[in-house]
């Protein structure tokens, strides 16, 4: 079983920067795609970006250009730099990640951006 814990979360004005972070911990014999997704109220979870284990990232087209995905060193910890945020990107953001051998989420992390 593979457990994420995701942080760097936060309240940020709109055009301000936040950095989230997620650590992936358990048995992991297989390369792993990561990702972040974001859900907002009262609408459905949307994929923000991911990258895989030979680090091909791709985003969504509403962040492209603001939103970098990034993968730690040792390939567990995923990371996503966002910039020039907007109010629209207010959401809750959970990190994702998978192989063929499970799928598994994290809690998420509130991401707040006041206009």
């Known amino acids: 079983q593979v457990t994420l814990v995701e942080s760097g979360g936060g309240l940020v004005q709109a055009g301000g920067s936040l950095r989230l972070s997620c650590a992936a911990s358990?048995?992991?014999?297989?390369?792993?795609?990561m990702a972040w997704y974001r859900q907002a109220p009262g609408k459905q979870r949307e994929l923000v970006a991911s990258?895989?284990?030979?680090?091909?990232?791709t985003y969504a087209d509403s962040v492209k250009g603001r939103f970098t995905i990034s993968r730690g060193n040792a390939g567990t910890t995923v990371y996503l730099q966002q910039n020039s945020l907007k109010p629209e990107d207010t959401a809750v953001y959970y990190c994702?990640?998978?192989?063929?051998?499970?799928?598994?989420w994290g809690q998420g992390t509130q991401v707040t951006v006041s206009s």
């Open positions: 994702n990640a998978n192989n063929r051998a499970f799928n598994s």
């Open positions: 358990g048995i992991i014999f297989s390369p792993m795609t």
């Open positions: 990258i895989t284990s030979t680090g091909i990232a």
